[in-house]
């Protein structure tokens, strides 16, 4: 089973913040927080992933509070092409063994 | 671009039939490859993990007769859908990660599988 507990869908008015949240109160020391996103019809993209520290790349910045039970995913600036499904997942470390275990994300519908 | 690319993009098949998709990661070297499967409007399933050189791990309830998994180099792992049924008619995903603890996992494009 997934580890972790997303809203099923969220709004998100074109040109403003989508803030996408996550929770996953029994993280392990050893497991990083992934998101991926899936357009319709493809495979998942990868956006960010993080230990510990908050992360920034051109995508998105992943904020994961202090006691690392939850965290948030930021796009600054929505665009229609950011409408998907955001699946947040933790993954243990340990080398290319560790599979990803999806649940039902979060659908974002940006909207004009 | 694409780091991990699968083949073909979409294939139609009749009931009874096998059909074999490819998976390969472009710009490295993927010691594993999990594949997983996407029904219409639900989650990724995890299937198998293949493990390069030696035989693949299925998930619970994956009849591992059914879908031959090979990983025969360490960029190229194969799905062979045997004897297929118009129930196995889904969307088949790829991935593979690079052997660095901590690192990402691309996902192929997909593959459309219709059984007719």
């Known amino acids: ?112 | 671009g694409a780091v991990v690319s699968q083949h073909p993009s979409w294939v139609i098949c009749k009931s009874g039939t096998s059909v074999k998709i490819e998976c390969r990661s472009l710009d490295f070297q993927a010691t594993t490859m999990f594949w997983y499967r996407q029904f219409p409007k639900q989650s990724l399933m995890l299937m198998a993990t293949s493990n390069e050189g030696s035989k693949a791990t299925y998930e619970q309830g994956v009849e591992k007769d059914k879908f031959l998994i090979n990983h025969a180099s360490l960029t190229l792992s194969t799905l062979t859908v045997t004897s297929a049924h118009p129930e196995d008619s889904s969307f088949y995903i790829c991935s593979a990660s690079r052997a660095v603890p901590g690192n990402t996992i691309y996902f192929g494009e997909g593959s459309w599988l219709t059984v007719v």
């Open chain 1, 1 to 112: 089973d997934a580890k972790t507990t997303q809203p099923t869908s969220m709004d998100c008015a074109e040109g403003r913040a989508a803030n996408l949240p996550c929770n996953h109160s029994t993280i392990s020391g050893n497991e990083y927080v992934y998101w991926y996103r899936q357009i319709h019809s493809q495979g998942p993209q990868y956006i960010i992933h993080g230990l510990k520290n908050n992360e920034t790349n051109e995508m998105a910045s992943l904020i994961i509070t202090e006691d690392r039970k939850s965290s948030t995913l930021i796009l600054p600036h929505a665009t229609l092409r950011d409408t998907a499904v955001y699946y947040c997942i933790v993954r243990a470390l340990g080398g290319s063994q560790g599979n990803l275990i999806f649940g039902k994300g979060t659908k974002l519908s940006v909207k004009p």
